[in-house]
């Protein structure tokens, strides 16, 4: 996946500022796809220039003029493409799985450290998580919901049963090392 199909996945339903993308951006893909502000405005740039998005700019009082982006046949049609190839998953870069095997060289006690860290952000992350899942899904999504919903769903889903599997991997970790 690139940052490109991200931003116009968040355009299929309705133009937006490059300030409500990086928003919705934190809210959302962020989860799962991580940009920065300036990536997100040189993407939009990049896919302007291809076509991909139009632009059109609002005048606002007192203010410079707010680009609006909107989704283009291109665009769409580029999106189409990308999204019924197969998917082809990067390996993953864990930091912490590396610093475990240095255990050895540096002792338990500063990988400890970090893995309660760990530990930590996963509980604030299934905490927020739990709490979209609250204010959003009060009961599963049915067949008969809508599409948005179900995927949205499924999405959420994904980031907390896989929080819950880190948090067990961590639990696990953190009573081998202090056990010795």
């Known amino acids: ?35 920065s502000h300036q990536q997100i405005y040189k993407t939009l740039g990049d896919m302007h220039d291809k076509n991909w998005v139009s632009l059109k700019h609002q005048a606002q009082s ?15 049609a580029e999106l189409k493409r990308w999204a019924v190839e197969p998917v082809k998953q990067a390996a993953p870069k864990n930091q912490l799985l590396i610093k475990l095997m240095l255990a050895r060289l ?22 927020t998580y739990s709490k979209i899942e609250k204010q959003y899904f009060s009961s ?31 639990h696990e970790a953190i009573e081998m090392l202090e056990n010795k």
């Open 106 to 127: 540096v002792g338990t006690e500063p990988i400890l450290e970090q893995l309660n860290g760990e530990l930590k952000r996963v509980y604030k992350e299934i905490a």
């Open 1 to 35: 996946m690139s940052l490109k199909h991200a931003i116009l996945s968040l355009l299929v339903e309705s133009e937006r500022s490059g300030y409500d993308l990086t928003k919705n951006f934190e809210s959302s893909v962020a989860f799962y796809w991580s940009a």
């Open 140 to 170: 599963k999504p049915s067949h008969d919901t809508h599409l948005k919903n179900v995927t949205s769903y499924l999405t959420l889903r994904n980031g907390l049963l896989s929080a819950h599997a880190e948090l067990d991997w961590l």
């Open 62 to 76: 007192g203010k410079p003029d707010k680009k609006i982006y909107s989704l283009t046949d291109d665009g769409a």
